[in-house]
Structure formats: C-alpha cells, structure tokens
C-alpha cells in the first residue's frame, strides 16, 4: 500500500486499502506548477530553437553532447543518455543531423557492435551560432527569473529529484 501504510480491515474482516496519501493543498499547487513548467519550458525551448536555428531541442541537445564529449565524439548508447532518448529516437535524430552535414556515424575501432557519433566541424560551427539564442533564451525564461538564491535552490531541489530517479551519469567518453 502506498507509502508503507498497512490496509484497513473493514467490516466483516475484509482487507480495503488504506486511503491514499493524496497531496496537501501546498504540494497540490507546488506538483502542478512542476508540470505546467516541464510542458511550457521544453516547448518555449523547441519554439525558439526552430525559428532561430531550423533544430528541435533534442537535435540541439544531441550537438551539445558531442561538443562536450572528448574529440566530439560519443557511443550512441552514451548519447542517448544524455539526451534521455531512446536509441530509435535518437538514430531519427542523429540521420537528419548526418543528412546536414553536422554529425556522422562510424563503427567503433574497439567494439565494432558499438557505433560512434562524431560532431563535424560544420556541426560544431552550427551549435556555436546557434547557442547564443538559445542561451539567451534559457536567460529570460529561467535565469533572469530567478534570485542567485532560487538558482541554488533550484539545482538542489533538480539534484534530489533526479537522484530519487535513479539518472545515469552523463557520458564522458566514446566507446
């Protein structure tokens, strides 16, 4: 039963569940504002990435990856990872990228099951034109909102989140 509470033996000795732990009105207005911000930000983010850049956010975050990985390079397993993508989404993602010039796919020399993402230098001049909107974006919607005190709050209270989901670490390197 949810939340370790034991069942109700109701009458005739027949077990009923516990009443469920439904939220108080502070964690009712603080769980929706959450999930009005994971709707509206990721599709502000995507808006203004299209206009400004013809890239989804994830095709961006797929470019971000690569230019933070060691010679710009990654397993696609690992990609995915960063991007919280499936494979299948992110071999969509990655074919368009290739298809511009900006990304390409090779098998990895010590693996050959394995295959690597390399962002080119074309990509890489891409993601550099890019990023200034998208960071100035990511300013007023997020940064400029907020104190230097919320920002601290905020990346500790996305730490405790994220550790309760059990996220793996970012990648670091290709196969």
């Known amino acids: 039963m949810d939340g370790g509470r034991e069942p109700a033996v109701g009458a005739g000795g027949r077990v009923t569940p516990a009443e469920p732990r439904w939220l108080r009105d502070s964690e009712r207005t603080a769980w929706r504002g959450l999930i009005n911000v994971m709707t509206r930000l990721p599709a502000a983010l995507d808006a203004q990435l299209r206009r400004d850049a013809g890239l989804s956010h994830f095709e961006y975050s ?48 010590a693996d050959g099951r394995v295959t690597n993402a390399i962002l080119t230098d074309l990509g890489f001049e891409k993601l550099a034109a890019t990023a200034p909107g998208h960071v100035e974006t990511v300013r007023d919607l997020v ?18 989140v994220l550790d309760r989901l059990d996220t793996p670490p970012p990648p670091t390197r290709p196969c």
Request: include cysteine; proline fraction near 3%; glycine fraction near 6%.
């Open 143 to 160: 940064v400029e909102a907020l104190s230097r005190d919320q920002l601290n709050q905020l990346t500790a209270i996305c730490g405790q």
């Open 62 to 109: 797929v470019l971000v990856g690569l230019s933070e990985a060691p010679n710009r390079t990654l397993a696609m397993a690992r990609l995915a990872e960063f991007t919280c993508g499936s494979l299948s989404r992110l071999s969509h993602a990655v074919k368009r990228l290739e298809d511009k010039g900006w990304v390409r796919r090779f098998p990895c020399a």
